[in-house]
C-alpha cells in the first residue's frame, strides 16, 4: 500500500509540474517569471523569455527613470544645507555652560528687523556665563559688530561651517585669532552687547555652511536647533 500511494503521489506531482510548465510557456507572465523559466526548459524558454523581457520592460522601465531623476536631481542642493544633514554627524555640545539640550527654544524662524529672519538660536543664560566652543575649530575672527556686539567666528575642523557666537560680555584671557579651540574650551562670556537689549543676556549662536573658508561671514545659515537638540 505504501508503494502504491508513492507511486501515485509521485505522478500527481509530476502532472502538476508538467502542467504548470505548459501553463508557463503560454501564460502572459512569463516576462514576470524570467528566472524559474529558462531552469525549466532551457532550449525553448530561452526563445520565449528574450522576446517578452525586451518589449516589456522597455515599456515598462522607460517611463519611470525620466520622472524620477527629476525628483531626485532637484532637492539635491537643498540637502546640503538642510540641518538634518549635520544631526548626529556633527556632535556639538551645547555652547554655554549649565544649560541642558532640552532647556533649548528653536527661534531659528523668529522675525527680526528690516525683514530678516533670525537665523540662529538663542541661548539665555546669566551675565558672565561661560560660552563654550560647541566644536574643535580654529577662531578665525574675533570681531565688534554693530548687531552682534562682541562676536566670535570659529571654523569647524574640517573648514567647512562656521560657528558665530555673538552678543558677549568678553572674550576668554588669551583668546586670539588663528587659535585652535577644542570643543568645550571657555572661549568667551555671556553679554548683552549689541542690538541685544540691555539686560537681554543671551548667547546668540549660529551655524552657516561655507563654499570657501576664506569667506567665513558668507556662508548659508542652518537652523542650530535640531543639531544641538539631537
Ligand atoms: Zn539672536
Request: hydrophobic share 40%; proline share 9%; no cysteine.
Amino acid at each position: 500500500m505504501r508503494l502504491w500511494f508513492a507511486v501515485v503521489t509521485l505522478f500527481v506531482f509530476t502532472a502538476v509540474a508538467v502542467v504548470w510548465v505548459l501553463h508557463k510557456r503560454r501564460g502572459g507572465e512569463i516576462a514576470f517569471r524570467t528566472s524559474p523559466a529558462p531552469t525549466l526548459a532551457s532550449p525553448t524558454a530561452a526563445n520565449v523569455v528574450t522576446p517578452s523581457p525586451s518589449s516589456s520592460p522597455s515599456t515598462i522601465l522607460s517611463p519611470n527613470p525620466s520622472p524620477e531623476p527629476s525628483v531626485t536631481f532637484s532637492p539635491q542642493p537643498t540637502p546640503e544645507v538642510s540641518p538634518e544633514n549635520f544631526v548626529g554627524v556633527l556632535n556639538l555640545i551645547v555652547p554655554v555652560a549649565g544649560i541642558r539640550r532640552d532647556q533649548l527654544i528653536d527661534t531659528f524662524s523668529e522675525a527680526r528687523s528690516e525683514g530678516r529672519s533670525h537665523d540662529a538660536i538663542d541661548i539665555p543664560a546669566p551675565a558672565g556665563t561661560s560660552v563654550l566652543a560647541a566644536a574643535d575649530g580654529e577662531i578665525v575672527k574675533l570681531f565688534q559688530s554693530e548687531r552682534g556686539g562682541t562676536t566670535i567666528y570659529q571654523l569647524s575642523a574640517d573648514r567647512k561651517l562656521v560657528f558665530y557666537y555673538a552678543h558677549l560680555q568678553g572674550y576668554a584671557p588669551n583668546l586670539h585669532e588663528g587659535e585652535y579651540a577644542h570643543q568645550g574650551d571657555v572661549i568667551a562670556y555671556v553679554g548683552d552687547t549689541g542690538n541685544a537689549g540691555q539686560g537681554n543676556y543671551h548667547l546668540h549662536f549660529s551655524i552657516a555652511v561655507l563654499s570657501d573658508p576664506k569667506r567665513y561671514w558668507d556662508g548659508t545659515n542652518i537652523n542650530p536647533y535640531p543639531v544641538l537638540r539631537r
